[in-house]
């Protein structure tokens, strides 16, 4: 594959070592990926009661919509790479094989680790060459909705697809658990003349996609729900982008925030919440209205595919009897 070129007269004339950001995502070989859906808890082995679990990142052609597709940086071949979900109190080791033409780290983005784990290049650790390994290892500390991410040139590879979430489930059951817990990662995406590129807010850089679990609408996955069920969903923006999320037919609350329980005399009600870059807000509902319910971003731009709407950051609720 070709090595797209620094648009000329930009700000990269001036600062050479920020042109990566202009660069398309490339690797060598790039494969279709063999799975077709990001985010799916991770299997785990136990070792001395350790929970261990394996990632390789790598480089995969990834599906967004019938018939469009990026060149994606993941973990385990997906966008978003799988979910790690382990208990409060758990030990947990995560051994990372680096197998993208890049450097990298891994950041655990709200979860309490030791310095040492942190993910961040050139300050808590050496970045991880291409064909090496690196192991993390903590204990989970409090339960949330988190996630981790690449803190290795993130500009472009956090954009490129290296993100997944993390959830640590609490350790005494909830008394009133919801009937369907989703997380519902959203990201964005640059696609020019087929070729990949890590959206960011600067000249020429914009989305034209916008992907909830790696899916643009109408590939996002229909979430159907019984009447009277208790619905969670975890909404993690990982892109570099705001998204109001608003969900028709049905008022929500905000039960957590960045992994936080919200008290439940301060849980705001509310149709929209505006989900920043690195933010968590988990949401809880009772579907009390059967009826096909749309959940879509309400910046209108994302709710397109290259400019054609609908697309993007949209998806349906089913509650049926
Ligand atoms: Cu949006």
Redesign the pocket.
């Known amino acids: 594959m070709a090595e797209g070129t620094p648009t000329p007269g930009s700000m990269m004339m001036d600062n050479p070592e920020a042109a990566h950001m202009m660069q398309p995502i490339t690797a060598p070989n790039v494969q279709p990926a063999t799975e077709a859906e990001g985010g799916l808890p991770l299997e785990y082995r136990l070792e001395d009661g350790v929970k261990v679990f394996e990632l390789t990142t790598k480089a995969v052609q990834w599906e967004i919509l019938d018939g469009v597709t990026v060149t994606a940086f993941t973990y385990n071949g997906t966008v978003p790479g799988p979910m790690i979900r382990v208990t409060e109190g758990d030990q947990v080791r995560i051994i990372v094989k680096n197998e993208l033409p890049d450097p990298t780290t891994i950041h655990w983005h709200g979860v309490e680790v030791p310095n040492a784990m942190d993910g961040v290049p050139g300050v808590t650790q050496d970045p991880i060459e291409p064909g090496e390994t690196f192991t993390y290892e903590f204990t989970a500390k409090r339960a949330g909705t988190f996630m981790y991410h690449s803190h290795y040139k993130g500009d472009v590879q956090v954009g490129a697809g290296l993100y997944a979430p993390f959830i640590i489930d609490p350790k005494e059951p909830l008394a009133n658990p919801p009937a369907v817990d989703k997380t519902l990662m959203?990201s964005e995406w640059r696609i020019t003349d087929g070729r990949t590129y890590a959206a960011m807010p600067m000249s020429g850089m914009e989305p034209n996609y916008?992907t909830i679990n790696g899916k643009s609408f109408p590939a996002t996955e229909t979430i159907t729900v019984k009447k009277g069920d208790l619905v969670r969903l975890r909404f993690i923006a990982i892109g570099q982008?705001?998204?109001?999320?608003h969900l028709h037919g049905v008022p929500f609350k905000i039960v957590a925030t960045d992994g936080h329980p919200v008290p439940e005399a301060a849980q705001l009600t509310k149709d929209t919440v505006s989900v920043a870059p690195g933010e968590r807000y988990d949401i809880e509902f009772v579907a009390t209205e059967t009826g096909q319910w749309m959940l879509h971003?309400?910046?209108l731009?994302?709710?397109t595919n290259d400019n054609v709407e609908p697309g993007?950051?949209m998806l349906m609720i089913n509650i049926v009897d």
């Open positions: 959203i916008f982008f705001i998204h109001p999320m971003c309400h910046i731009h994302h709710t993007g950051l």
